[in-house]
């Protein structure tokens, strides 16, 4: 049985929680609060609620730290957690600079222990479903890529260091990190990028972007937005290859050939779980969770992410907002 300590049990933590339940031989025992709130949260989910990392993991026979705070506390509690010699999964986007990635996973590999990011749209039916074409090379070479990933303003944010550039990175870190992590997983390192963006002047960030990766031939546009409306998260792409178009339109994903009926895809989630954020109910974090499980009992890094991959993104990224 492995033992699990959540640090942060807001929404993205909960959905953890939840998704844990329905996976074998693991249990969520214990977590870090952070408000008295959040404490009566832990004790209605039966957790023992704690104010730090190192009383938690003094008290508790803890196996694995899964950190979902928010951004600018990933590094302080991922060092904190594998000091403590523990595994740790922590959520996207693991760092913002990649100085401090670089030594968040430095610190693991000298400890022998894993660290695991989530990056979870790379674990959705219909991404390891468009990796597992692209890669067959069934319709050919691609030729050219759209992703979409736009959304109202987020609201939900509590205290604004969502919209605080050195806390959160703001859109690039916070929205544009999955679709850029999913290209680099499909299509490697680009060989170069441009972007344009756009936001009201009463704002201190952007609000919306537009970018090109280049890689060869092949050029892949991305959208990101936090728009200033109530507008629904459409999450979209769509790939070009030679011999037919895979298009996923937020619902189902459907591959368009040459004098051919298309062939639509139903999703096919082994689990389901419902979530309390802007999601519906996904089996892509009980994917991501199960697959980190299975990485520890076996003791075997992960075959899905990289480190490279990881550090490719948080650079890019980075290079962006500073350029803006």
Not at 15 to 24: A, E, F, G, T
Not at 25 to 48: F, G, P, T, Y
Not at 117 to 141: D, T, W
Not at 156 to 172: A, E, N, Q, R
Request: net charge negative; charged share 25%.
């Amino acid at each position: 049985m492995i033992r699990i300590g959540i640090v942060g049990i807001g929404g993205i933590g909960t959905v953890h929680y939840d998704n844990y339940l329905h996976i074998k031989d693991c249990k969520v025992i214990a977590a870090v609060c952070h408000s008295a709130q959040s404490k009566e949260k832990a004790r209605e989910l039966k957790l023992v609620p704690y104010d730090d990392i190192t009383s938690m993991v003094e008290n508790e026979n803890i196996d694995v730290i899964d950190i979902c705070t928010p951004t600018y506390l990933h590094k302080q509690h991922v060092i904190e957690s594998l000091n403590a010699g523990k595994d740790v999964f922590v959520e996207k986007p693991m760092a913002l600079h990649r100085k401090d990635a670089e030594e968040m996973f430095n610190l693991a590999e000298e400890k022998n222990l894993f660290l695991f990011v989530g990056q979870v749209v790379r674990f959705a039916y219909e991404s390891q479903l468009l990796s597992k074409i692209i890669k067959s090379g069934k319709y050919g070479k691609p030729l050219d890529g759209y992703f979409e990933r736009i959304s109202g303003r987020p609201k939900w944010v509590k205290d604004g260091w969502l919209f605080d550039k050195k806390k959160s990175g703001l859109l690039p870190f916070d929205l544009h990190v999955h679709d850029l992590d999913l290209i680099i997983s499909l299509f490697g390192k680009p060989d170069g990028y441009t972007f344009t963006s756009s936001g009201r002047d009463e704002v201190n960030y952007k609000e919306h972007y537009r970018f090109n990766y280049i890689f060869g031939d092949l050029n892949v546009t991305a959208e990101a937005a936090w728009f200033n409306a109530d507008y629904p998260l459409k999450a979209r792409w769509r790939i070009y290859c030679e011999n037919g178009v895979i298009e996923n339109d937020g619902k189902h994903v459907t591959i368009y050939r040459p004098d051919v009926e298309p062939l639509y895809y139903q999703q096919e989630e082994e689990v389901s779980v419902s979530t309390d954020i802007n999601l519906p109910a996904t089996g892509m974090f009980y994917n991501e969770l199960s697959h980190f499980i299975s990485c520890i009992e076996r003791g075997t890094p992960s075959e899905i992410i990289g480190r490279d991959q990881i550090i490719t993104g948080i650079e890019i990224m980075d290079e962006i907002l500073n350029n803006v």
